[in-house]
Nanobody, 121 residues
Framework: QVQLVESGGGLVQAGGSLRLSCVASGSTDSIFSMGWWRQPPVEQRELVATISNSGTTNYVDAVKGRFTISRDDAKNIVSLQMDSLKPEDTAIYFC???????????????WGQGTQVTVSS
């Protein structure tokens, strides 16, 4: 099993920035891809960004050019730099990791507990 713990959420004004981080522990050798999903209020969870073990990235159109995903395999950390934040980015953000065999652009075998991001207008 893999455990994922997020940090870095909070309240920010529109146009501001936040950086989310997630530390993986447990059977980290099983991790192939990593990512971030989010769940806005009263909506379904949606994929935000994923990164493969070779560093290839994938972003949902709504965050392209504003968010950047990165990973440090030596420290088992995946991060999400969020710039030019908008009120519609308000959501609970979940760190995810995918095992080999799960499409890297989905990366949703394991989930963290989530961290709240609130963007005020």
């Amino acid at each position: 099993q893999v455990q994922l713990v997020e940090s870095g959420g909070g309240l920010v004004q529109a146009g501001g920035s936040l950086r989310l981080s997630c530390v993986a522990s447990g059977s980290t050798d099983s991790i192939f891809s990593m990512g971030w999903w989010r769940q806005p209020p009263v909506e379904q969870r949606e994929l935000v960004a994923t990164i493969s073990n070779s560093g290839t990235t994938n972003y949902v159109d709504a965050v392209k050019g504003r968010f950047t995903i990165s990973r440090d395999d030596a420290k088992n950390i995946v991060s999400l730099q969020m710039d030019s934040l908008k009120p519609e980015d308000t959501a609970i953000y979940f760190c995810t990791a995918g095992r080999r065999g799960v499409p890297w652009y989905v990366a949703n075998t394991w989930w963290g507990q989530g961290t709240q991001v609130t963007v005020s207008s």
